[in-house]
């Protein structure tokens, strides 16, 4: 496997390094799961994991995925269809540390089912309200597709608004691939002084 090549790995080379044991995390994307089951390995039984999406075939995926990997559904692990527009999920007050978006569609599912970039901004939003000082918002966009490169027009300008006093806002992309590359956004929440 290359250290690099993709972005997935190359989120996942930051993220074991960020995620401690007992952080509480939110996929708002979970898809295949795939994701997830990194994530839950990452924050252990004792770390709170949100795995949304809006399509039941992608809450399924997951939980088989994390059920066949010995998680099941608890108070620390939280499946639930539903648009990641607003966090009603969390509970009241809740903080998270970590906030992940995969955008797109479902690998090998209905490529119409995607992500837009108007409920991607409204959950971004969300995201922003949501995570503690020092947590961070990752998010992969593949611009390979209609929806894709919509989503990369207005997420970028979005983010690149964020008030520097608050937020840091670090953007990854492979330049020397051809058409046009993945790109990978962090959003940092600074710690308040
Ligand atoms: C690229 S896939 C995610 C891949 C996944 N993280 C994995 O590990 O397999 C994108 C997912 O976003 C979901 N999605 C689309 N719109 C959504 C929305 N408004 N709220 C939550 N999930 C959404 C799709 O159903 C799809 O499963």
New binding site residues.
């Given amino acids: 496997m290359k250290y690099l090549g993709n972005v997935v790995n190359a989120y996942k080379i930051i993220l074991r390094d960020y995620i401690k044991s007992g952080m509480t995390i939110v996929?708002?994307?979970?898809?295949?799961?795939?994701?997830?089951?990194f994530l839950k390995q990452s924050i252990t039984e004792t770390g709170r994991l949100y795995a949304?999406?809006?399509?039941r075939?992608?809450i399924e995926?997951?939980r088989r995925v994390l059920e066949s990997n010995g998680y099941t559904e608890s108070d620390t692990l939280i499946l639930k269809q539903?648009?990641?527009?607003n966090f009603y999920f969390l509970e009241s007050g809740e903080q998270v540390d970590l906030v992940?978006y995969?955008?797109?569609?479902?690998?090998k599912?209905d490529k119409k089912?995607?992500?837009?970039f108007e409920?991607?901004l409204k959950?971004l939003v969300s995201a922003l309200q949501c995570i503690k000082c020092g947590g961070l918002i990752l998010i992969?966009c593949?611009r390979g597709h209609e929806q894709g490169e919509l989503e990369f027009r207005h997420i970028e300008p979005f983010l690149a608004e964020l008030p520097q006093g608050e937020f840091d806002v670090l953007k990854m992309a492979f330049i020397n691939q051809l058409n046009k590359p993945p790109v990978m956004w962090i959003v940092e929440k600074k710690s308040q002084k």
Wanted: with cysteine; net charge negative; hydrophobic share 30%.
């Fill in positions: 996929d708002a994307t979970c898809g295949n799961g795939n994701d997830a089951l949304i999406d809006i399509q075939e992608a995926s997951t539903c648009s990641h527009e992940i995969n955008l797109g569609y479902l690998p599912g089912i995607t992500t837009h409920s991607t959950s992969l593949y």
